[in-house]
Each structure stands twice: as C-alpha cells, then as structure tokens.
C-alpha cells in the first residue's frame, strides 16, 4: 500500500482519489478551498464536479496542505493548469528530498512557453516530477469504465513503480521516457478540441471534424518534434488517442466551449456557461508563442486563437482553412515517373 496525496479536489482529482483507494492505496484529498473539503467530509460525494461517484469512507479530506504531503510516498499534482505554478510554490515549502510528484494536469504556461512539469521543476528543485496523460475523462474514470493511459517519467524505475501503482483491471496504464512529448500532446490537443467544437456550434458534421482531428494531430506532432518530442508519442494514448476523445465527447469542456462559440457566444460567455477551466483556451497563445519560436506552421491552432481573442467570426475561420494554398499531404512520400 501507497500512501497518496491528491493535490485538488477537481473532477480529475476526485476519480483518480476513486481509482487510487480502490487499487488498496491510502489517499488524502487536499483543496484550498474550505468549504469544498467540508462538502466532501460530509457527502463523500462531489456534487459539483463529480455528482454520483460516492466515495469512500477510507478517503481522507484535508485543508492542511502540510498533512496532505507529510510522509506521502506520491503526491498527484490534479489543480488546473492556471494554477500549476502558484499550488507548486506552497509545496516546495513542505516537500521532501527526492519527492515524486505526478502531474495530470494538462497545459503550457502562457506567460513562460514552458510545460508544467518543467514549471513543478522550476519551483521544487528536489522533487522527482513524472505526467499522467491520455483518454481520460474523469466522469467515466470514477465510474470505473475501462480506460488506457501513459505516465511519462524520465527514470524507468520511476514509470515503473506508478505504472503499478496506478494500474487495476479498468485502468490499463503504459510507460515512456518522453515527457515532454506527453506533454505537449496533452495541452495542444484542447485547442484543437476548441476548433471541433467550433465546428460543430456551426453546424458543420462529421468530415468536418475528421479534418480538424487529422490535421490537427499533424500540427500537434510537427511542433512537438521541432520541440525534441518523439513522434511516435504523437501517434499514440497521449496524442491522437487524447485528440479523439476530446474532439468528440461531451464531457469535454473544451469541446463544449467551442461549441457555444460557434454559436455565437463570446470567449468568456462560454468559459461561463461551462463553470470550469477551459485549458484549451490558455494554452491556444501559448501555442502561437512556441509556433514562432520554433519557426513551425500551426494554421489551425492559428485560427484558433483569432476567433478566441480577435473576434474573427468562425464561418469565416474555416473559410480560410479550407482556401489556404494548395499543399501536398506528405511532402517526404515520393512521387513515380
């Protein structure tokens, strides 16, 4: 048995903390906020985010964040990506030597073009940082519905040992050194979400959004590899298998943002009406930021970006995808006599 703290009491943190119980691990869910922990103390049942997964007695729930971390052999980082570095300042303050922290959340910082394991690097030198990612929705998760995902760590003793930890019968969990490819497919592909969405707000259908998802992987994989991510991750759970479940399911909020969008709604009525953090939206910039510093095209994501923050209507967005110049599809496949 682990002793596990769950660093947010979100949605993801809520059935990762069902899943961690189960597999016989003791798990102390922390929030800063007080009245989320007192709502879960007294219903073992997050309403709000989560509302039907019950959960269990052994769980604990804490506002300490020093008794959320002390003597913990893992912490799972679960906040949302906005707040990835300010949860990781407070933690360096009571972290021990060598402590290994999982990240599940999704995201680049804005402000910094970095991943956020390398912003957990950058505020607790002493910990050992790995990600959990891939196709993963938490409402099925806590429902215990069969799902497949990969940890990222740069040892393989490290995968190892949570590739363990983590894995049960309905959660089937492969290992990679490539974190920072994992990564990167992890937060490109909301904003692609963002643009299903979009479509599908417009009323567009399903080979409008087969495009978006298989041009959008492409984006995704050629930023990734000018980055130093390995190709193959991009074909893979945290790539287009994250890609495919976002574009298409309704328990994406990134998705239904879109959506209202391309109905009509503005950036942050939408974010309203979703009442969560839509990610895609804060890593859409910082997608364009790493766009021009590795001199990559991203004509999606691009488009993206002017309708969030530009105003650019979205029937006119996809407009100027569909009439951008000719190009061939696989420029290294060569051509017969």
């Known amino acids: 048995m682990a002793k596990i703290g769950m660093i947010g009491a979100g949605s993801w943190g809520i059935a990762l903390s069902v899943l961690l119980n189960g597999n ?11 009245e989320e922990i007192e709502m879960l103390k007294e219903n073992h049942e997050h309403k709000d985010k989560l509302p039907g997964v019950i959960l269990d007695q052994r769980i604990l729930f804490t506002n300490d964040l020093r008794e959320a971390v002390s003597d913990k052999d893992i912490l799972v980082l679960a906040v949302p990506s906005p707040y990835v570095r300010s949860t990781s300042k407070m933690l360096n303050e009571v972290v021990k030597e060598g402590q290994i922290i999982v990240n599940v959340a999704k995201g680049i910082e804005e ?5 956020l394991s390398q912003v957990i690097e950058e505020e607790i030198p002493a910990a050992e940082v790995a990600v959990l990612s891939g196709p993963s ?3 099925e998760v806590g429902r215990k519905i069969p799902t497949t995902i990969v940890v990222g ?10 590739q363990n930890i983590f894995m049960s019968e309905v959660f089937r969990v492969y290992i990679s050194p490539d974190v920072l490819g994992i990564e990167l497919g992890a937060a490109l592909k909301n904003v692609v979400a963002l643009a299903a969405g979009i ?15 298989t041009r959008g992987i492409t984006e995704i994989a050629r930023l990734g590899t000018a980055m130093g991510g390995k190709f193959e991750t991009f074909c893979g759970l945290s790539g287009i298998g994250d890609l495919i479940v976002t574009c298409a399911s309704m328990h994406s909020r990134n998705r239904r943002a879109g959506i209202l969008i391309g109905q009509g709604k503005t950036m942050d009525e939408a974010m309203k ?3 969560m953090v839509v990610e895609g939206v ?12 590795y001199q990559v095209q991203l004509p999606i994501i691009e488009q993206v970006n002017l309708v969030l923050f530009e105003n650019k209507p979205a029937s ?3 407009k100027d995808l569909m009439t951008r110049d000719k190009k061939i599809e696989h420029s290294d496949i060569p051509w017969g006599e």
Request: avoid cysteine.
């Open 282 to 293: 804060y890593s859409a910039k910082a997608a364009m930021g790493l766009a021009k510093k």
């Open 316 to 318: 006119e967005a996809m």
């Open 137 to 139: 929705h938490a409402e």
């Open 273 to 275: 009406e979703v009442k």
């Open 111 to 115: 402000s910094t073009l970095m991943t």
């Open 199 to 213: 479509a599908d707000g417009l009323g567009y259908g399903d080979n409008t959004k087969a495009a978006l998802i």
């Open 153 to 162: 760590a740069r040892k393989k003793a490290t995968a190892e040992y949570l």
């Open 24 to 34: 016989g691990h003791q798990v102390t869910v922390w929030s800063i906020l007080k």
